[in-house]
């Protein structure tokens, strides 16, 4: 409506001029006409500025994520020192905790929440069906975020026909690493080979039987080998007596520590940490590949945010080159813009190799992580949690 009104005035007032110019005696006048970039581009200046206002007048905007500390104090130092704004988060390592969490805030009337940086399972078998996230694509003003042929793909990266989530990141996951003072390099080429009764009680693996890393891992075994070969394998894997984990940082620090041998499906954001920190670990390339996952560092907005000048911001901050550069030096894999730079450190043992399998996981796969994937995995892992 703006845009038509303005298109309207100043067809009116070219008008104008070009009447008064044929009267005798007028003086010369010098019209440049306003194209319509140039006023889409004003619109969107002005419209991004009431929500820069309006963010500061909202003073702070509150994230639940389940991010590491290295990331949430890029974020947090970037957006104090760019617009004045205080930031809050309130971390939560799983997303049915987090999931949880927000039900319970919104069944006791609170509003506390502007942004959700998580996974993607959650909030497409949970948020999203319950109808606690809104779309995200009306609210990203800045062109820069909107550009094309700055994402992969040549479009942004929504996860759900909705277009209610678009992944940060875009970083290969692998699904196991060793202690590489206890297993040497090569020496396990296949996820078949942890039946091997070396490994047996030398595991600790981020439990499959809730969404997470442990959850992704046995949807690329069944990408690999389908349903039923899976689950045959998850029954003879748990005869091995691997330790099953909620606690993501515990089980990279169990195994650089020589508790354990081996960590299967351990968080990626939090493995790179130990990497940089020279941590003795590493991941392992096995035959049954990888993911390039949608799942992790994941933007959605919820429904009636507590402050919803600072969602927006945040929101299309994150999405240009700068916020993932900020994104992506503390989560530590690639970002979602082709223009932005591996962050420092980067190990390229989260790229695939050439000739890699990789699982490109779609709406339709992470609908399964939340239903059959599951349920094969709790058949067989369930009972090592009693």
């Known amino acids: 409506m703006k845009m038509c009104l303005g298109a309207t005035l100043v067809a ?60 949430i104090r890029e974020v947090t130092n970037a957006i104090r020192q760019k617009y004045g704004i205080t930031m809050s988060f309130t971390t939560v390592p799983r997303g049915a905790q987090l999931a949880e969490r927000l039900f319970s805030e919104r069944r006791a009337g609170i509003y506390a929440v502007d942004v959700i940086i998580s996974g993607a399972t959650t909030s497409i078998n949970v948020l999203k069906p319950e109808g606690f996230l809104q779309p995200l694509e009306p609210f990203i003003i800045l062109p820069e975020a909107k550009a094309a042929k700055a994402w992969r793909g040549s479009q942004l990266p929504f996860t759900d026909k909705q277009r209610t989530l678009i992944p940060l990141v875009g970083g290969f996951n692998r699904y196991l690493m060793r202690n590489t003072d206890l297993v040497r390099e090569g020496e396990i080429k296949s996820f078949t080979e942890l039946l091997d009764s070396r490994w047996k009680g030398k595991m600790i693996v981020n439990d499959p039987t809730r969404s997470g890393a442990g959850n992704a891992w046995v949807s690329v075994l069944v990408d690999n080998w389908g349903l039923e070969k899976t689950r045959d394998y998850l029954r003879q894997f748990a005869k091995q007596e691997p330790v099953l984990t909620n606690d993501i940082r515990l089980q990279v620090e169990t195994v650089a520590r020589g508790k354990y041998h081996l960590a299967v499906a351990p968080s990626t954001e939090t493995a790179m940490g130990f990497i940089r920190e020279g941590a003795p670990v590493a991941q392992v390339a096995t035959a049954e590949g990888g993911s ?35 994104f992506t030096k503390g989560y530590g894999i690639p970002a979602s813009r082709l223009d932005v730079p591996p962050p420092p450190g980067f190990n390229p043992l989260f790229l695939p190799r050439p000739g890699e399998r990789v699982q490109l996981e779609t709406e339709e796969d992470l609908r399964m992580k939340g239903t059959v994937i599951l349920d094969i995995a709790r058949e067989a892992l369930g009972p090592l949690l009693r």
């Open 12 to 71: 009116g007032f070219l008008s104008a001029v070009a009447c008064a110019s044929t009267q005798p005696g007028a003086p010369a006048v010098t019209v440049t006409a306003v194209s319509p970039a140039q006023e889409t581009r004003q619109q969107w200046e002005i419209e991004w500025q009431k929500v820069v206002e309006g963010a500061k007048r909202e003073g702070e905007i509150t994230v639940t994520c389940s991010l590491g500390p290295d990331t």
């Open 292 to 326: 390039m996952s949608t799942s992790a560092g994941v933007l959605s907005l919820p429904t009636k945010p507590a402050h919803p000048n600072g969602a927006m911001l945040l929101a299309n901050w994150l999405l240009t080159s700068e916020g993932q550069t900020v």
